[in-house]
């Protein structure tokens, strides 16, 4: 019996060695981890949702044994992607009304809208994407074959950029708007005496405000839905840009259901409401929502010439844009963000928007800080104002398929000589060392990889033009990379929890079927996401 025990033992011991001490372990990688060194591995660990172990599989094999291990087969994998300005609720709503992106032509809208109410018989009619810019005249159209088709039934159609509607005499009939009515940073068109159905900016919400609210099935079905395309590109956090203080508990609860998996960081609308709720509550954090920032609205889109601009438009004289509220506005709500404590985001397109916020953000911070407040989009700004980014720490938050989308018409608008300085990411770059970057889908497409490859090659998705748009602004891979994971957290005060993978780190990461930093640039936007994975849980696999 005695020769026995040393067996005994040797056996006990191998039990033990034997007992799970990881949930997940991922090798044969290729892990752009996105550390302080943008460091390679071909390893890690996951336990408890949390990456724990970082380095070569032969090293990570002796020390843990995983309940799953996933053989990469030397595919590359990236942490979950960031998008760092995106309308998530927004577009999932989309996903549920009419689509109208890239239709040639008015009448082709027309058609879909006519297709989409056969469809569907009750309620209103809302759709969205449509971009006359693509049409043939790039005329705005009007609402006559709205209202001979649609004379009871209300119909209202958002431009792609969400800045400038097209609604029949049925919605606007229920608004209550009449011809020449005038509205503070808005446009409601009328010519000869009668309206044209075209509403810019500020005049929306007259419309959009009596639209029944959406159902709880709806609103549910709208966020789930964004939820499992979003997956599908890679993204694991999106924040999403201007909600109501409503949408808080909702997200939450889902959430808390298991439901929605996807981690949201939500700027609240610029309205009293919004502003009562979070200084009274404080930041909602949760690992899965945070909620501690504010989205206020300087001015409209380039496209549907609502963004403020210091000198006329290119190509219409006497015409500059506006402001969407006061100057004072602007001011009064910086400084109460920042007695509070709060984030302050705003959208600023045009020089004159962004001057003026660039200035009242610098007298509200008094130069170097990390409140980390934001300029969304940034798109076009004075030479003379870039340096006011970095004097005060101003984070522009920009979206580079704008660039690739804009290009064709954007000269037409701003002129060759202010058009150099417009989506110029590497200069707005330069200011702070890092700047996030998203994608303002629905208004743009909602893959990441687009985005990468726009800031990148600076061309559209056939090549155009041959040798990039003004490419003196683009971005490395390095920074593009850092641009959707590791700097999209830091905009989001998260940089300490996502955005790369690194141990104490969320297991939010993705694998790809090419290398983003290796394969041809006319590869890029064509990259697929093979796996997503929140938490180390498999939330998303291609068929």
């Not at 709880?216 to 924040?239: I, K, M, P, R, Y």
């Not at 600076?458 to 602004?473: C, H, M, S, T």
């Amino acid at each position: 019996m005695k020769k026995l025990w040393p067996i005994l033992l040797l056996f006990v011991a191998a039990c033990k060695q034997k007992e799970y001490n990881a949930d997940l372990l991922v090798k044969n990688a290729v892990v752009y981890t996105v550390d302080s060194t943008f460091t390679t591995a071909n390893a890690f660990v996951v336990s408890g949702g949390k990456i724990i172990s970082v380095g070569s599989a032969d090293t990570l094999e002796e020390k843990y044994l995983a309940r799953e291990v996933i053989d990469a087969k030397g595919k590359a994998i990236y942490p979950g992607f960031i998008d760092a300005h995106a309308h998530f609720y927004e577009y999932g709503l989309g996903l549920q009304q009419v689509p109208l992106k890239a239709l040639k032509s008015w009448a082709e809208v027309v058609d879909t809208v006519k297709a989409y109410a056969d469809r569907n018989t009750d309620g209103w009619i809302i759709g969205n994407g449509w971009d006359q810019n693509l049409w043939a005249g790039k005329k705005f159209p009007d609402k006559a074959l709205l209202d001979e088709f649609f004379p009871v039934r209300p119909v209202i159609l958002h431009r792609v950029d969400g800045h400038a509607v097209i609604a029949n005499q049925a919605a606007l009939n229920i608004a209550g708007i009449k011809p020449g009515q005038k509205v503070a940073g808005g446009e409601i068109e009328t010519i000869n005496g009668k309206l044209t159905g075209l509403l810019i900016d500020n005049a929306i919400g007259i419309v959009t405000r009596k639209i029944p609210d959406p159902t709880e099935q709806l609103t549910q079905n709208a966020l789930l839905s964004a939820q499992t395309n979003c997956f599908a590109v890679g993204l694991t956090t999106v924040d999403d840009c201007g909600l109501p203080y409503t949408m808080v508990s909702t997200i939450a609860e889902l959430q808390h259901k298991g439901a929605l998996k996807m981690r949201m960081y939500v700027m609240l609308a610029d309205r009293p409401e919004n502003y009562e709720y979070l200084f009274k509550r404080g930041v909602f954090k949760t690992p899965g929502l945070d909620v501690r920032s504010f989205k206020v609205y300087a001015d409209g889109a380039l496209g549907s010439r609502g963004a403020c601009l210091l000198k006329p438009y290119n190509d219409q004289k006497n015409w500059s844009g506006f402001l969407l509220s006061s100057q004072k506005h602007f001011e009064e709500v910086a400084k109460i963000i920042a007695e509070k404590g709060f984030q302050m985001c705003t959208h600023a397109i045009g020089d004159s928007a962004n001057r003026v916020i660039l200035k009242i953000y610098a007298a509200a911070l008094k130069g170097k800080n990390d409140r980390r407040w934001r300029i969304e989009h940034s798109q076009v700004v004075a030479p003379g104002d870039v340096a006011l980014f970095g004097q005060n720490n101003i984070i522009p938050s920009v979206q580079p398929t704008h660039a690739t989308s804009d290009m064709y018409w954007a000269g037409q608008r701003l002129g060759a000589e202010r058009l150099k300085s417009a989506y110029a990411y590497k200069n707005l770059l330069q200011q702070n060392g890092w700047m996030p970057l998203g994608t303002d889908f629905p208004v743009e497409n909602i893959s990441p990889f687009y985005t990468f490859y726009a800031a990148v090659v600076r061309k559209d998705l056939k090549g155009y033009p041959a040798n990039g748009f003004q490419v003196e602004n683009a971005l490395s891979r390095t920074e593009a990379l850092r641009g959707i994971t590791i700097w999209a957290a830091k905009a989001n005060f998260e940089e300490k929890e996502k955005g790369s993978i690194e141990v104490g780190k969320y297991a939010d990461f993705i694998i790809t079927d090419q290398d983003l930093m290796k394969a041809d640039a006319s590869v890029l936007p064509n990259i697929k996401v093979l796996k997503t994975y929140i938490n180390g849980e498999k939330v998303y696999e291609k068929k």
